[in-house]
């Protein structure tokens, strides 16, 4: 059974940079598009950033010029390069990796907590 594991998540105060990191167990390479999500408090669940395929990014508005979401597959990690955090940035962020022809995987999640 493959399972992604997150990591990174932390408390860092207005205009700080964190690193997220996803590992796939035992391997990655089952997941053809990947993304990392995040949710607030009483906030919907929302995507971060998606990468389809080995290189095509797309990211929230919210996030577009912060935020970079990159793939290791020698390392099995899905990365999220967070940086200029704000506030609203702050929530539980997991990873979701799409299987062809079968269920999505999701993580447990990492908590970020941005401190104004």
């Known amino acids: 059974q493959v399972r992604l594991v997150e990591s990174g998540g932390g408390l860092v105060q207005a205009g700080g940079s964190l690193r997220l990191s996803c590992a796939g167990v035992p391997t990655m390479s089952v997941f053809r598009n990947m993304a990392w999500y995040r949710q607030a408090p009483g906030k919907q669940r929302e995507l971060v950033a998606r990468?389809?395929?080995?290189?095509?990014?797309d990211y929230a508005d919210s996030v577009k010029g912060r935020f970079t979401i990159s793939r290791d597959n020698g390392r099995n990690t899905l990365d999220l390069q967070m940086n200029s955090l704000k506030p609203e940035d702050s929530g539980l962020y997991s990873c979701n990796g799409e299987r062809p022809f079968d269920t999505s995987v999701w993580g447990q999640g990492t908590q970020v907590t941005v401190s104004s």
């Open positions: 990468l389809r395929g080995p290189n095509l990014a």
